[in-house]
C-alpha cells in the first residue's frame, strides 16, 4: 500500500439525512449506534485521481439486530442489505457510499483503530462496488440548535493505508433535496428506543468498566461475539513476578442484568490454582473481576516466593 496526495473531494447531503442520524444519536446517550450512507459519485479528472464529487441521497438505520455498547457497534448487515436491495430496484445508480457511527457516548474524538481496519478491508474486498469508503462520525453533542452534534469526514481508499479527514470547507448540507425523486432520505425505520432504567443502569457499568480500562490496563480493549452474543473486555494484566497473564472478561445476561466470568487463556505458573478458582466465579462488572485475579494472583506469587 502506499500514501497519496490528499484527495479533492466535494460531499453533499441533505439536511433531512444529517437530521435523521441526529435523531438517532438522541435515542442513545450511552451506546454507539449507527447506519449505511447511501447515493451516488462521480469521478472528475483522469481515472486515477483522487478527485469526487459525492452525492449522499439517504441513510439506512442500523437494523432491529444492532449490537450495541459503549464502545462498539454492530449493524444488523442482513436488515440493511435487503433494504438497500428494494431501493436500489427504485434508484438502479445508487451505491453503498459508506457508513456512519457515533462516539458522542465514549468522549472520542476521532476513528478507532478498529474502525480503520474495518474500513479498510471493506475498500479493498473484491466485491466493493467503489475506489472508496466514506464515513461519517458522530463526535459530540453541541449546544448548537441548528446542527446538535459535531460530525466529522472521512475517506479511505483501495490500496492506500491512510485515512483521510475531509475539510468541513469540503462538505455541504443542502436545506432542500437535490433530486425530487429520492426525497425519502431515510430508509427502514429508525431503531431508537427509549432505554429503562434497568439499561440505562448497565450500560453505565460498562462506562465505567471502559474508563477504568482505559486508565489502569490500556491493553484491554471491548468486543464482541457474533458466536454468543455478548460483549467481552480482553487484555493483559502483569504480575508482580512479571510474567503476563492473557486475560478474558465475558459478559453475560440473566433477567436483564449482567455479570461477568474471567479466564486466562493461558497457563501461568505457580499461580495456576488460584486461576482454576475464577472457573465458577462471576463479578458485578468487568473491571471488579479484573483487580480481583489480579490481587489474588499476586498474592499466591508472593507468598510462594517468601515460603
Known amino acids: 500500500m502506499f500514501r497519496s496526495k490528499n484527495p479533492n473531494v466535494n460531499i453533499s447531503m441533505p439536511r433531512k439525512a444529517l ?3 441526529f435523531d438517532e444519536c438522541d435515542g442513545f446517550e450511552i451506546d454507539e449506534t449507527g447506519g449505511r450512507i447511501i447515493g451516488t459519485y462521480k469521478r472528475r479528472g483522469k481515472s486515477k485521481n483522487r478527485e469526487y464529487d459525492i452525492n449522499v441521497l439517504g441513510i439506512i438505520g442500523p437494523g432491529p439486530n444492532a449490537k450495541r455498547s459503549p ?5 444488523d448487515g442482513e436488515y440493511q442489505e435487503k433494504i438497500f436491495r428494494a431501493v436500489e430496484r427504485q434508484y438502479p445508480d445508487l451505491e453503498h457510499l459508506g457508513n456512519w457511527h457515533t462516539h458522542h457516548v ?7 483503530s478498529g474502525d480503520k481496519v474495518t474500513y479498510h478491508n471493506i475498500v ?3 466485491k466493493h462496488n467503489t475506489d472508496f469508503f466514506y464515513a461519517l462520525l458522530v463526535v459530540r453533542r453541541t449546544p448548537n440548535r441548528g446542527q446538535r452534534y459535531e460530525i466529522k469526514h472521512y475517506l479511505v481508499f483501495r490500496d492506500d493505508d491512510v485515512v483521510y479527514e475531509i475539510p468541513a470547507s469540503q462538505v455541504h448540507v443542502l436545506e432542500s433535496q437535490c433530486h425530487p425523486d429520492t426525497a425519502q432520505v431515510v430508509f427502514g425505520s429508525p431503531s431508537s428506543l427509549p432505554e429503562t432504567e434497568v439499561s ?10 471502559q474508563e477504568f480500562f482505559s486508565e489502569f490496563f490500556p491493553d484491554f480493549k471491548p ?3 457474533k458466536t454468543l452474543e455478548a460483549l467481552y473486555w480482553k487484555g493483559v494484566v502483569v504480575l508482580v513476578d512479571g510474567s503476563r497473564a492473557d486475560v478474558l472478561v465475558m459478559e453475560s445476561i440473566s433477567a436483564n442484568i449482567p455479570s461477568y466470568s474471567i479466564a486466562v487463556t493461558g ?4 499461580a495456576s490454582d488460584v486461576l482454576e478458582a475464577y472457573k465458577e466465579r462471576s463479578f458485578n462488572s468487568a473491571r471488579a473481576a479484573v483487580l480481583d485475579l489480579e490481587r489474588n494472583a499476586n498474592r499466591e506469587l508472593y507468598r510462594r516466593k517468601k515460603g
Do not use: Y
Open 19 to 21: 437530521e435523521a442520524i
Open 71 to 75: 464502545t462498539s457497534f454492530f449493524q
Open 106 to 112: 465514549n468522549g472520542l474524538s476521532t476513528l478507532s
Open 124 to 126: 479493498n474486498h473484491h
Open 200 to 209: 440505562r443502569a448497565n450500560n453505565l457499568e460498562r462506562v465505567k468498566d
Open 223 to 225: 468486543g464482541f461475539s
Open 267 to 270: 497457563t501461568i505458573q505457580p
